[in-house]
T-cell receptor
Framework: AQKVTQAQTEISVVEKEDVTLDCVYE???????LFWYKQPPSGELVFLIR??????QNEISGRYSWNFQKSTSSFNFTITASQVVDSAVYFC?????????????FGQGTELSVKP | KAGVTQTPRYLIKTRGQQVTLSCSPI?????VSWYQQTPGQGLQFLFE???????NKGNFPGRFSGRQFSNSRSEMNVSTLELGDSALYLC??????????????FGPGTRLTVL
């Protein structure tokens, strides 16, 4: 069965600190897709990144970086030099190819609080 | 390009009533998925429609149903509302073609309160 685990329920950091959000997934499919979404207080889920199972390259986008390791079934998200605007709930999600991408399995989310 | 829109944004109903929520996808997107978000259960997949057909279904009772129209707009209906149906209902749209770099983009959600 497919499952996504975000063990960190809440994280609190001070501005400019680096922070890593953990994500561990389970799937029996060999082709799958991993996502990170950000949910600010307004409620709308904002897409951050998509990674395909056959592409283990790490990615950096500004202050954001993602580390995908199939060997440990992890897809961790690091924010460098955090800012107050990064405060939100972050969700990791999994989609399996057999569902043709239309079904996302979400982790429980990590609430990040960045204090000035 | 306009994003995913959902109406209404807020809704208050009483137990036993039924409710219909609407979602308009991004132009050109043919897949619409629905999710329920509650503090206790988190984000849970309800169902997905692609080209007017239900393509995937989550583990929800038959009181939850949906449909998609030829213009890709989708509606979901909940009949005989229960207190536990109080939640944020999120709609997401995508091209629905897995071969491409396809991604689900979410709307702002409909906050349903059942009294």
């Amino acid at each position: 069965a497919q499952k996504v685990t975000q063990a960190q329920t809440e994280i609190s950091v001070v501005e400019k600190e680096d922070v890593t959000l953990d994500c561990v997934y389970e799937t029996r499919d060999t082709t799958y897709y991993l996502f990170w979404y950000k949910q600010p207080p307004s409620g709308e889920l904002v897409f951050l990144i998509r990674r395909n199972s056959f592409d283990e390259q790490n990615e950096i986008s500004g202050r954001y970086s993602w580390n995908f390791q199939k060997s440990t079934s992890s897809f961790n998200f690091t924010i460098t030099a955090s800012q107050v605007v990064d405060s939100a709930v972050y969700f990791c999600a999994l989609s399996e190819a057999r569902n043709q991408g239309g079904k996302l399995i979400f982790g429980q989310g990590t609430e990040l609080s960045v204090k000035p | 390009k306009a994003g995913v829109t959902q109406t209404p944004r807020y809704l208050i109903k009483t137990r036993g009533q039924q409710v219909t929520l609407s979602c308009s996808p991004i132009s050109g997107h043919r897949s619409v998925s629905w999710y329920q978000q509650t503090p206790g259960q988190g984000l849970q997949f309800l169902f997905e429609y692609f080209s007017e057909t239900q393509r995937n279904k989550g583990n929800f009772p038959g009181r939850f149903s949906g449909r998609q129209f030829s213009n890709s707009r989708s509606e979901m209906n909940v009949s005989t509302l229960e207190l536990g149906d109080s939640a944020l209902y999120l709609c997401a749209s995508s091209l629905g073609l897995l071969a491409l770099e396809d991604t689900q983009y979410f709307g702002p959600g409909t906050r349903l309160t059942v009294l």
